[in-house]
């Protein structure tokens, strides 16, 4: 190769070729995992041509974890692929002593492959509770990864909680794949979302598959928020009242609702009205029984969903969708986590198939169920991998996304 000079004199290094670029070595890319999905791990390795790298996890009798890396990894980039299982508590533990152990180890970067997040839920407060993903997030800033790769995020608001570039991949191309090429007549299909809060991404895949909606509206069972927990405090005693030198009227509660209503005096010079009596009590929220918004009758019926976990509402919601006269009824969903006797429960519903994607291991679940079907996604954690690594944009891999997915 011809050195060039510039007008100085002094040599001026050749430039470098895009082609270059493109054929980056990948001997500085190890990948390790955990114990949660090392099936994933050897796909995702396998896929991107490079040997697992040498990480051995296990628990002492004490059920302390010890984690030992036998392979360098001073100055690599470290992709640290870890899921989250029923085990979620091992896995984050794994997770974060991995990547500690990388940051002494002196590596270069160390990216989180997370593809189901775990306690993704926990990510509003409720009652005396925390908001449990943003101390993960702290938790895995802190180990030292710096940069995580997850999937299907239950609130892509979660992203805001770490401190470090998060990518929230997609399955929604992978699943609509599915429903084009193996539901057959998938054209005589309505995209059912089985509660209120699924409605955009139904809604999304309606779109994009040009089918038609239906919302399953109402509730089967409770609210969380309707349970008593003791927090609510017994109206205070004329005494006590007294005792804080306030007026009964002050600290005694409103009057019933279902009384003749008391009509608040206004004032006219300032236009402000104020209660009749006390603190205003919020109207209990009355939940309509189960219906469906939409005409599934002689249709096949797909809902969707991110998790799938417990199963009643599930298999209720497919009860409903049977009676009022739908085909076969399909479940699909990201993380097929099917907890307790969830494979058990699918066996013996209306439920004629569910598709999970392998973000989450079911292999038990599919030898107790037969309706279980599993989607690959190893390929886009390889590519997503292998731009990260070789510096490239991000944005082919959400193409055609919107706020909805």
Request: hydrophobic share 35%; proline share 5%.
């Amino acid at each position: 190769m011809l050195l060039q000079r510039n007008k100085l004199g002094s040599v001026r290094p050749p430039k470098r070729c895009r082609s270059d670029m493109d054929n980056t070595s990948t001997s500085d890319i190890v990948i390790i995992n955990g114990n949660s999905h090392p099936d994933l791990a050897n796909m995702v390795a396998e896929r991107m041509g490079i040997k697992n790298g040498g990480c051995s996890v296990f628990h002492k009798s004490n059920r302390e974890t010890i984690v030992e890396i036998s392979d360098s990894v001073r100055g690599k980039d470290i992709y640290i692929i870890q899921t989250g299982t029923k085990d979620a508590n091992n896995n984050i533990m794994e997770l974060l002593i991995m990547a500690y152990a990388c940051k002494t180890s002196s590596a270069r970067s160390i990216v989180g492959v997370i593809p189901y997040l775990p306690y993704s839920k926990q990510c509003k407060m409720r009652k005396r509770g925390c908001i449990v993903s943003k101390l993960l997030a702290k938790m895995m800033c802190t180990s030292g990864l710096t940069h995580i790769i997850t999937m299907d995020l239950h609130q892509k608001e979660i992203q805001g909680f770490f401190d470090i570039p998060v990518d929230n991949l997609r399955a929604s191309p992978f699943l609509l794949q599915y429903i084009q090429e193996s539901i057959p007549d998938y054209r005589n299909s309505v995209i059912v979302a089985r509660n209120p809060g699924v409605a955009k991404k139904a809604n999304s895949y309606a779109e994009r598959l040009r089918l038609g909606l239906a919302v399953i509206h109402g509730e089967q069972k409770e609210a969380e928020s309707d349970e008593v927990d003791g927090r609510y405090s017994p109206p205070p005693t004329r005494a006590y009242c007294n005792l804080l030198g306030n007026s009964v009227e002050m600290c005694l509660p409103t009057v019933n609702r279902n009384s003749t209503p008391q009509h608040a005096p206004m004032n006219s010079r300032t236009r402000t009205t104020s209660v009749s009596v006390g603190v205003p009590e919020h109207p209990v929220k009355v939940k309509p029984p189960l219906t469906i918004v939409g005409d599934v009758n002689g249709r096949i019926a797909i809902m969707v969903d991110d998790l799938i976990d417990d199963v009643q509402a599930f298999v209720a919601a497919a009860e409903m969708l049977k009676e009022n006269g739908a085909g076969k009824v399909y479940v699909l969903a990201t993380h097929g986590l099917l907890s307790s006797d969830a494979p058990r429960l699918l066996e013996e519903s209306v439920i004629d198939e569910v598709v999970v994607t392998n973000t989450i291991p079911h292999e038990i679940q599919k030898l107790q169920c037969q309706k279980i079907k599993t989607i690959d996604i190893s390929i886009l954690i390889a590519e997503a991998i292998r731009r990260i690594h070789n510096k490239e944009s991000m944005s082919y891999l959400f193409r055609n996304v919107t706020l909805e997915d």
